[in-house]
């Protein structure tokens, strides 16, 4: 399968059902495709020849940390430049600063606020 070149697509790794539904409803809802992925292995496996606008990804994940899931989207030719969000619970002082050093684009913290979301990633999303 050929790379899809900047789908309309968002990618969501999320490991907690009641999260991922909630997100993939505000996407949605705003107009956005969205694929889910519960681990950071089956995302990977789907980014090795798909795409998307801009994917989503929890941090403490079961299996794949996401800082590796990041890691690994970094080693991808349409990886490079792709914004990675970092959308977790993890709010630690320090936690974003660091988030942002391994190399994700930004972090927005949970609980998101769904009447905001849409506007914190829409600066992110390929067009």
């Given at each position: 399968?050929?790379?899809?070149?900047?789908?309309?697509?968002i990618v969501v790794?999320?490991?907690?059902?009641?999260?991922?539904?909630?997100?993939?409803?505000?996407?949605?809802?705003?107009?956005?495709?969205?694929?889910?992925?519960?681990?950071?292995?089956?995302?990977?496996?789907?980014?090795?020849?798909?795409?998307?606008?801009?994917?989503?990804?929890?941090?403490?994940?079961?299996?794949?940390?996401?800082?590796?899931?990041?890691s690994f989207i970094?080693?991808?030719p349409h990886g490079?430049?792709?914004?990675?969000?970092?959308?977790?619970?993890?709010?630690?002082?320090?936690?974003?600063?660091?988030?942002?050093?391994?190399?994700?684009?930004?972090?927005?913290?949970?609980?998101?606020?769904?009447?905001?979301?849409?506007?914190?990633?829409?600066?992110?999303?390929?067009?």
């Amino acid at each position: 399968m050929s790379a899809n070149r900047r789908s309309s697509t968002i990618v969501v790794i999320e490991d907690i059902g009641s999260i991922t539904k909630l997100l993939s409803i505000i996407l949605r809802k705003a107009g956005y495709e969205v694929e889910t992925f519960e681990t950071g292995e089956a995302a990977c496996e789907w980014l090795k020849d798909n795409e998307p606008s801009l994917v989503l990804c929890d941090i403490m994940l079961p299996g794949m940390h996401g800082e590796e899931v990041l890691s690994f989207i970094r080693t991808l030719p349409h990886g490079k430049d792709l914004n990675v969000l970092a959308v977790t619970a993890l709010a630690n002082p320090g936690d974003r600063e660091r988030l942002l050093k391994h190399g994700f684009t930004d972090h927005i913290p949970k609980p998101i606020n769904p009447g905001t979301f849409i506007s914190q990633i829409q600066q992110y999303i390929a067009s």
